[in-house]
C-alpha cells in the first residue's frame, strides 16, 4: 500500500479575540510532530508555505475549512487535519478553550474523525499533548501505542515554552526567530523542535558550533531527529571538525543510506586524510547516481591527491562530458593531466563538494512503497 501523506493546517480561531491567533498554529504543530515522530508522512511547514503561495494566499492568513481542502488537493495530501478552536470566559482563568479537530480523507473527500477537546488556557499543553495523541490514535492506532508511552515519547510542554515557540514561528526576521527560539528552551529545556529551529537557523546563519550545539540535543524520539544528525555533520564540517562530523554522518548512514550520506562521510573522511575511505564512500555515492557531478568530482579530487592520475583523468572527463562549464573540474584535470602533486597545491585543500539536502523523507516514502509491493501477494 502506498505511504500516506498527512498536511496538517493551522487551527482557525473562530471566537471573537483575535489575541491568542497563536494557539492555532501551536495546536497543528503539536499534531504535526506527534504524526511524524510514529514514522507518518506529514508534510513540512516550508512545505504549507509554498502550498500557499501557489493558491496567492499571504503567509499566515487564516486556514477555512474550504482553503484546508484546497491546499491539500494543490499539495496531493491524502490526509488532511485542520480545525477551529473558540475561547470562552472562566473564572480564575484566561479562558476556556474548546477545540475540535477534523480529519479528513482527501481521496474520498470523506470525514474520518472528529476529536473534540477542551481545557482552560493554562492547561493548553495537556490540551495539545491529548488531541496530538487522539488524532495519531484515528489516522495510525497501531502506531499510537498508550497513553503513557505517547507522553514519554511526546512529554507535555511548559505554556510558556510553547507561546515562545509559535511567536519564533510566525516571525518574519530571523533574529526574532532565533530570540524566541532561545526563550523557549530556557522556559522547557525539553522542547526539542525549538533546539531543531534553532540549530538550522544557526547553520544558516553560519554561526556552525552553535548550530552543532543546538543539534546534539535532539532525542532519537523528535521528527526531525534524522534531519538533525545530517545538518550536524554539515556544521561539524564547515567549523573545521571533521572527526565529528565524520560520526554523524555515519550514524545518518544508519537511518538512510543515501548518496548524499556517503559523499558527506567521503568528504569528513578526505579531510581527516583517510584517502582509501573517502574514495569508497564517493564510489558508493557514484553508484547511486553516476551523472552527479558532485560525487564524481569528489571521487576524482581524492584520486589525484592519491597520485592515481589516470583514474582521476577518467573521472573528470566523464564529467566534463555533461557539465563543460564546471570550471573547477576542467582545473583538476589540468593537474591531473600534468601530474602536479596534490603536496604542492596548498590552494586546493578542501576542495570537496557538501550535498546539503537530505532525501531521508523520500528514502522512507520509497522504502515502504517496496515493503508493501513484497507483502501485496501474501494478501
Known sequence: MTPRTILVVPFSNASESGQLDWVGEGISESIREALASAGLFVLEREERQ?????????????????????????????????????????????GYLKVAAHVIDLEKMARVEEVLQGARIEELARLQHELAYRVLAAVEPELAGTRETFGERMPAIKLEALEYFVQGLVAEQPEEQLRNWQAAIRADARYSPARFLMGRLQYQRQNYREAAEALERIPPSDAHYADSVFLKGLAYLAAGDAGRAANAFAKALQIAPLGEVHNNLGVARSRQNDLASAAEQFEKAREGDEADAVYRFNLAYV??????????????????????????????????????PAARMTEWIGRERTKQKFEERAYRQLKALLEGARKKPED
Open 50 to 94: 509554498e502550498g500557499l503561495r501557489r493558491l496567492s494566499i499571504r503567509p499566515n492568513a487564516p486556514f477555512s475549512k474550504a482553503t484546508a481542502l484546497r491546499m491539500g488537493q494543490v499539495l496531493d495530501a491524502d490526509l488532511l487535519v485542520y480545525g477551529e478552536f473558540t475561547i470562552g470566559p472562566e473564572p480564575n482563568s484566561r
Open 303 to 340: 584520486w589525484w591527491r592519491q597520485g592515481k592520475a589516470r583514474e582521476c583523468l577518467t573521472e573528470l572527463q566523464g564529467l566534463l562530458e555533461r557539465t563543460p562549464g564546471d570550471g573547477e573540474a576542467r582545473e583538476l584535470l589540468t593537474l591531473c593531466e600534468r601530474e602536479t
